[in-house]
């Protein structure tokens, strides 16, 4: 009885000490590869602006402002919410499912008797 309790902790500490292995191998590919994801980079230059005053894409920002201020006028919008769905649907698409599976009446055996 000795002898299994020996092996019975001699596996337990095994796993103990290959989960604390493993764990710190994983903790060190975390830290290596956060350092190498901060290497820095050649910081892009800044673009010029793409609307000037005589670029012809400003007419067009323009225009198009225009238009859809004459669509929709001074509204603006205050609240969104989804509708309410209908029964219908939802009614049909549970009545779809729950036929889908085919699991039609038996009649019960008789018994012999």
């Known amino acids: 009885m000795p002898d299994m309790w ?3 902790l001699w596996i337990y ?7 604390m292995l ?3 191998l994983i903790k060190l590919i ?4 956060g350092r190498l994801e901060r290497v820095p980079t050649r910081q892009p230059e800044p673009a010029a602006p793409a609307v000037t005053a005589n670029n012809p894409a400003a007419d067009h ?5 225009a238009a859809v201020y004459a669509v929709l006028g001074s509204h ?25 599976h085919g699991v039609g009446h038996h009649p019960r055996h008789k018994s012999a008797g």
Do not use: F, Y
């Open 13 to 19: 500490g095994l796993a103990v000490a290959v989960s």
């Open 6 to 8: 020996s092996k019975i």
């Open 76 to 100: 603006r919008i205050v609240h969104i919410e989804e509708t309410r769905r209908r029964g219908g649907w939802l009614a049909e698409g549970r009545h779809a499912q729950h036929t889908s």
């Open 61 to 65: 920002v323009v225009a198009i402002s």
């Open 30 to 33: 975390v830290i290596i590869l």
């Open 22 to 24: 493993i764990a710190v």
